[in-house]
């Protein structure tokens, strides 16, 4: 079992907001990074850190991070955006990583 | 630009080892570290491991522990993944990731390695 825990899916309508959400005791110290990943293809960072996004990634990819739970936001849904969502941070030692289960988006 | 290329499918028995590479360019490769990353099929990503490519640290992860090798050649700019004792449940797709201090902002393709009688 992960020590990152995700919804397995979360829905959103076309241009509206969503937040997908990754919760873990190492949050409480350590930053989180999402990556996305559609079908078929190898992840993509999409925000990471103190909500820092790569180049080329929408600003409408947000990232939070509260307790122990860190939340990536999409303001304004695209149907682009429907994808798989991960999140990984060092694990409760702080020794090594984990990804949390990932949320499959649905952009209705 | 900043590529990762990593060698192609793999198909072997169980109890055999295999030995994926990733290949990098368009950056110092000494400066970042590399991780490896699994996903089994309709599964989520699980980590494997890290690398310095400056020192050849490894650091991996619990469950492969024993089983799991990371290499690297500075000369060649290819880091190195070998999985020995091979069971059907690490059949998986194998992905190395250019790891600035967990984010992984760039990927390789991914090398399918499947595990099979």
């Known amino acids: 079992s992960s020590e990152l825990t995700q919804d397995p899916a979360v829905s959103v309508a076309l241009g509206q907001t969503v937040r997908i959400t990754c919760q873990g005791d190492?949050?409480?110290?350590?930053?989180a990074s999402w990556y996305q990943q559609k079908p078929g293809q190898a992840p993509v960072l999409v925000n990471y850190?103190?909500?820092n996004r790569p180049s080329g990634i929408p600003d409408r990819f947000s990232g939070s991070i509260s307790g122990n739970t860190a939340s990536l936001t999409i303001t304004g849904a695209q149907a682009e955006d429907e994808a798989d969502y991960y999140c990984?941070?060092?694990?409760?030692?702080?020794?090594?990583?984990?990804f949390g289960g990932g949320t499959k988006l649905t952009v209705l | 630009q900043v590529q990762l290329v990593q060698s192609g499918t793999e198909m072997k028995k169980p109890g055999a080892s295999v030995k994926v590479s990733c290949k990098a360019s368009?950056?110092?490769?000494?400066?970042?570290?590399i991780s490896w990353v699994r996903q089994a099929p309709g599964q989520g990503l699980e980590w494997v491991g890290w690398?310095?490519?400056?020192?050849?640290?490894?650091n991996y992860a619990q469950k492969l522990q024993g089983r799991v090798t990371m290499t690297r050649d500075t000369s060649t700019s290819t880091a190195y993944m070998e999985l020995r004792s091979l069971r059907s449940d690490d059949t998986a797709i194998y992905y190395c990731?250019?790891?600035?201090?967990?984010?992984?902002?760039?990927w390789g393709q991914g090398t399918l390695v499947t595990v099979s009688s």
């Open positions: 990731a250019r790891d600035l201090g967990l984010q992984y902002d760039y």
């Open positions: 368009g950056y110092r490769f000494s400066s970042n570290g």
């Open positions: 690398i310095s490519a400056y020192n050849g640290n490894t």
């Open positions: 190492s949050l409480r110290t350590h930053y």
């Open positions: 850190g103190k909500n």
């Open positions: 990984n941070s060092r694990d409760s030692s702080a020794n090594r990583v984990v």
